[in-house]
């Protein structure tokens, strides 16, 4: 019993030596956990698992300096000491420290990126996974915020070649900048992000009022958010921008950016997501029918972040998981109820409904400039694809968009499948 | 004069209480029109001496000034710096005995020569080399007119150039026949400075810190005019001979001009607007423009004045007075300062206050946002933010947290301690408001941070060209899963529902139990096993779980273990740089697969049982596991909103070399 979208799901098992250090957030045994998590569900029975090959310097330099790209192969924790000037330029040990197998590591999660968007390309797969990336902070020239290699620029980079337009979304609770900024200045790529933005909350970018520069002029969204946003505001505001993004920029392939720090109760976050509300997103974005890349990023409290992924790997695989986690070798750490979601958290929820309107209008403004000037050739790529027409104020707009989607999908292709119709439909009201 | 004098001096007099930390600078110079222009060059000079010396020895050490020689003559300090750098400096003067020379033309004997040596030493040597550092720096000097130059005195401490701070305390005195201005500006510049950093600044950036006090031509300024320098600033820095600055969130300035007419003076003004609106506008709209404009205003000043040029009544009214209280502040209509007590019983009306409101909540602001988030981030830290001054690491917003901290700290130690209290003591609570929204204006620029734009930053996209793609099929990754051959599991497969969720119930006799538990888990893994083939290797899946430790000794988990507890993080210490060294024959790689695999799960086990809600086995820390007690579960819990801002903070920068 396959999804009827076929996916491509990365995983290397030897992300799993990979540690930062003591008491660094950042732990990859969450990938290692997430895929358990995964296979325990039985979920590879729906997909193919791949295993990235090493991303080769040079590849890396296709967005990264070669100097950069050069120095983090060179490296290692014995050798830091020669290279002072040369660490403080790149922005290397401290938040970024330097570890035995980094460049490996590197490599890995870059490399699943980089697959993952050439087998898009190569229409091998409809949907392509790579938990182990999303590393959005990562700058051309040097490390930023646990990010070494943007993969995510890497992949879109790639995605470029055959699509006119890339549409990047960013659900991490930090501010997507470091594709952001790569992208500045393109109207090839539209970046849109939603984050926490003030309070000098890391990276400090990341204003409703940056919107990109020279043709990349309102190409870049950024939706700041503050504490405690809730299920249904984001899912609501995410909802309205998303489709109307989608519908005025016409992308050709979207990236999404599945940051686990948005969940409640995250080390780093300080977001009252549940999973349901952040899965939620990614079955937004899947609805639209296009090539999708989906990667991994922040999230601090793993056992969350293996939770989560895997609700939404089920999500892209079309199938509900239960709630009672399977036996599996870290049970452990899914105690004490050993349950798959995770309740949305209680700190206070700071974003009021004029702030959040606010937000969205502005974003809207920005929108509607792009209209008017279109700085891409839409006509190019014709949309194969169906937009739904989002009312923010519909009482359950996932109801009436199904049925629409389901219309399309008959016409479109009879390799219609149940599954589409088992949507639950517990969404607090878009 | 007498009036804003007062002002200024208050504050200057208010902040070195403060403390320990009073290593200020202050640069108070209080001349007067009439006064000898050279005796208040001097009077300036000694006070930065004085200044500069409290500041390196951290008040521990007193030197007289102007110190003494042994027969009760006094040293002009100024004399001496200057003869000694005309001669060449200090190392020169040494290596060819010229200190008998320099002793002669300072107007003392010769056999003061090795005295006047040590007193250079004593007082001049360290700041002499400090400028002297900075010399190379781009001139500051900018001529303005026949008889107006300027002359300025531009403390600058920069971090390297991408950095997000600067501190530029620019002391820009013009010095005309008749005339003489002099501000003092210390500029923080928070963000990506690209866009702020004034021209006279931009040939800096490429060192990695500078500090710049240029007092060249001093001597030659004398020459014309009235020196009048009144303008108070209160500067600080953590440790001067620390390479790493921190920054001073401070703005201030003043102006002052003699007898300019009424249009330089407004001139003045108006670049001061001029300077803040490029910053301004700079956030609105391109970052280059503000560069541009920056730099314009710096070369041309004059001209550039009023392009561009946006109104904004509050302030270009606040510093009319400014200028005014400047060109004559004997003027009766300023009046005279109260008592600081009683500023409070004064409205708002009231210029002075307005200007002390600006001045204070321009400080206070950045103070109050991040001091909440800043005792609870020590805490958990456990590590004072000064230790971070030691390290490079206070300078990028991206290292955020730290940076911040000492930022914030540094504002409030350095001139109002218990600021908001004070200000609100001060000026009554309502007032803050105002403040605040007087100073926004420049408190906005600061806490905003840009995208840095050029070829170091952005992607190479190249135009979309439908014929261009190239296919690239190679290297699409290696399939793992499903396996071409299939093996003959697949009955297994097939039998099971894929996306079960847990047995509910078992044939077990005791539900739950120890026993069942492990049971089901090494079930489902044998199941998985036999499933999966070889992927089951490739994922190292063998490798996961508890069973790791199947592979390890007893010996060797007790000391695995105890070298843990023995460092905790939280002291500091750091056990993955113990445990390498202990197991030797043990490569990292199943290190990190035991300490995740074993000592985690077992941890995690322990609590479990122990403290079944709001567990964290992300806290590699050890004092959370042996707080046993809920509520000390909650109290750590409670910190995260707060403790999320540093995001990615990590505790352990020291530990860069610890994994080797």
């Known amino acids: 019993m396959r999804s009827k979208d076929k996916i491509s799901y990365f995983y290397d098992g030897d992300v799993g030596s990979v540690y930062f250090g003591p008491n660094h957030p950042m732990k990859p045994h969450r990938l290692c956990m997430t895929h358990h998590l995964v296979l325990s569900y039985d979920l590879h029975k729906k997909m193919e698992i791949y295993r990235p090959h090493k991303a080769y310097p040079v590849e890396l330099a296709q967005f990264h300096s070669a100097d950069y790209v050069e120095f983090l192969h060179r490296i290692n924790p014995d050798t830091l000491n020669l290279y002072p000037n040369e660490l403080a330029k790149y922005n290397l040990g401290e938040d970024c420290p330097v570890f035995e197998n980094l460049f490996e590591f590197c490599q890995i999660y870059a490399g699943g990126t980089i697959d993952a968007a050439r087998r898009l390309n190569n229409q091998l797969c409809d949907i392509a996974i790579n938990w182990a990336g999303g590393l959005h902070h990562a700058k051309k020239c040097e490390a930023s915020g646990f990010c070494y290699i943007n993969d995510l620029v890497l992949g879109i980079l790639e995605l470029l070649k055959y699509h006119a337009r890339v549409l990047y979304i960013d659900i991490d609770v930090h501010h997507g900048d470091g594709v952001e900024e790569a992208f500045y200045f393109t109207d090839r790529v539209m970046t849109v992000s939603f984050h926490k933005y003030g309070d000098l909350f890391f990276p400090g970018t990341g204003e409703v009022k940056e919107i990109g520069e020279r043709e990349g002029k309102f190409y870049a969204i950024n939706v700041p958010l503050k504490d405690g946003i809730d299920d249904a505001s984001f899912n609501r505001l995410f909802k309205t921008i998303i489709s109307k993004v989608v519908e005025t920029y016409l992308p050709g392939a979207i990236v999404l950016q599945c940051g686990a720090d948005s969940l409640a109760g995250d080390r780093l976050g300080c977001f009252n997501l549940s999973i349901d509300g952040h899965a939620e997103c990614v079955r937004f974005v899947k609805k639209f029918n296009l090539p999708l890349l989906v990667t991994g990023g922040g999230g601090y409290t793993k056992e969350n972040v293996a939770r989560c992924w895997a609700v939404e790997t089920g999500v892209l695989l079309d199938t509900e998981l239960p709630n009672e986690i399977p036996e599996n070798e870290y049970s452990k750490y899914f105690a004490p109820d050993y349950s798959l979601k995770i309740p949305g958290g209680h700190i206070e929820n700071l974003n009021s409904k004029s702030y959040l309107g606010t937000i969205k209008m502005q974003v809207m403004e920005n929108l509607r400039s792009i209209q008017h000037a279109p700085g891409v050739q839409m006509q190019e790529v014709p949309p194969d694809f169906y937009i739904p027409d989002f009312d923010e104020d519909e009482q359950n707009p996932d109801e009436r968009m199904d049925q629409q989607t389901q219309d399309k999908h008959i016409q479109r292709d009879d390799e219609y499948y149940e599954g589409d119709n088992d949507n639950d439909h517990n969404i607090e009201g878009g | 004069m007498a009036g804003f004098s007062k002002i200024a001096d208050g504050f200057a007099l208010d902040s070195p209480e403060n403390v320990d930390f009073s290593e200020d600078l202050v640069v108070c110079s209080k001349g007067s029109f009439e006064g000898d222009k050279k005796e208040s060059v001097e009077c300036m000079f000694n006070q930065v001496v004085s200044a500069f010396l409290s500041e390196r020895c951290g008040g521990k050490c007193f030197k007289p000034l102007p110190p003494m020689l042994g027969n009760g003559q006094a040293v002009d300090l100024y004399k001496l710096y200057v003869v000694v750098r005309d001669k060449g400096g200090y190392e020169f003067v040494s290596e060819n005995g010229m200190w008998g020379c320099v002793a002669k033309e300072c107007g003392l004997s010769l056999e003061f020569g090795s005295c006047l040596k040590l007193v250079y030493v004593k007082y001049l040597d360290s700041i002499g080399e400090w400028m002297e550092r900075t010399v190379n720096g781009k001139d500051l000097k900018d001529k303005l007119g026949d008889s107006e130059e300027v002359h300025s005195v531009n403390v600058m401490d920069s971090e390297s150039e991408k950095d997000g701070e600067r501190v530029h305390l620019d002391l820009e005195s013009k010095l005309g026949d008749s005339e003489a201005v002099q501000s003092v500006r210390v500029r923080d510049f928070e963000s990506d400075t690209r866009g702020f950093i004034s021209g006279n600044l931009g040939k800096d950036e490429k060192d990695g810190e500078q500090l710049h006090l240029d007092l060249e031509e001093t001597k030659s300024n004398i020459t014309s005019g009235e020196m009048l320098c009144k303008g108070s600033k209160v500067w600080r820095f953590a440790d001067l001979d620390e390479a790493k600055r921190n920054v001073i969130n401070m703005l201030f300035e003043s102006s002052e001009e003699g007898e300019l007419d009424e249009s330089k003076c407004q001139n003045e003004v108006q670049s001061s607007v001029q300077l803040h609106e490029n910053e301004r506008i700079g956030n609105d709209k391109k970052i280059d423009d503000a560069k541009t404009c920056d730099v314009n205003f710096n070369n041309n000043r004059t001209e550039d004045v009023n392009n561009r040029k946006r109104k904004r009544e509050g302030i270009q009214g606040i510093l009319n007075w400014v200028a005014n209280v400047a060109k004559d502040p004997c ?29 204070q909540a321009m400080m206070v602001k950045r103070t109050a946002s991040s001091s909440v988030e800043q005792s609870i981030w020590q805490k958990k830290q456990k590590m004072h933010p000064a230790m971070y001054e030691d390290h490079s690491v206070s300078a990028r917003l991206s290292r955020g947290l ?168 939280s002291e500091g210490k750091c056990f993955w740089e113990e445990i390498h060294k202990l197991f030797p024959y043990k490569n990292r790689e199943q290190l990190v697969s035991y300490y995740f695999n074993v000592f985690l799960l077992r941890r995690r086990g322990q609590q479990n049982r122990s403290i079944p809600i709001d567990i964290s086995s992300d806290d590699d820390d050890l004092e959370f596991e042996t707080t046993t007690n809920c509520s000390g579960q909650r109290a750590v819990k409670s910190l995260k909103p707060n403790y999320c801002s540093p995001k990615k903070t990590h505790l352990n920068f020291r530990g860069n070399s610890r994994m080797g």
Request: aromatic share 12%.
């Open chain 2, 402 to 569: 730290s940076f911040k901290k000492s930022q914030a700290q540094l504002c409030s130690e350095t001139a109002y301690p218990g600021m908001q209290g004070d200000l609100e003591d001060t000026f009554g609570r309502p007032n803050l408001r105002l403040a605040e929204s007087l100073s926004g204006l420049w408190i906005k620029n600061f806490n905003r941070k840009r995208v840095p734009v050029g070829e170091y930053f952005q992607a190479e996209v190249p135009e979309w060209d439908e014929k261009s793609c190239e296919s690239d099929s190679k290297w699409l990754g290696t399939r793992v899963w499903p396996q071409e051959a299939k093996l003959s599991c697949n009955s297994l497969i097939e039998r099971e529902r894929t996306g079960l969720g847990r047995h509910d119930s078992c044939g077990c006799e005791f539900q739950g139990s120890f026993e069942c538990v492990r049971f089901h888990v090494s079930e489902k893994k044998i199941r998985l096993k036999l499933e999966l083939g070889m992927a089951f290797y490739h994922w190292h899946i063998d490798k996961m779980g508890e069973e790791v430790a199947f592979s390890w000794n007893k010996v060797d988990e007790i000391k695995f273990e105890a070298i843990i507890k023995l460092n905790p993080p």
């Open chain 2, 331 to 359: 003027n009766p209509i300023v009046g005279s300062l109260p008592e600081r007590s009683k500023w409070k019983y004064f409205g708002n009306d009231q210029r002075w206050k307005q200007i002390l409101l600006v001045r």
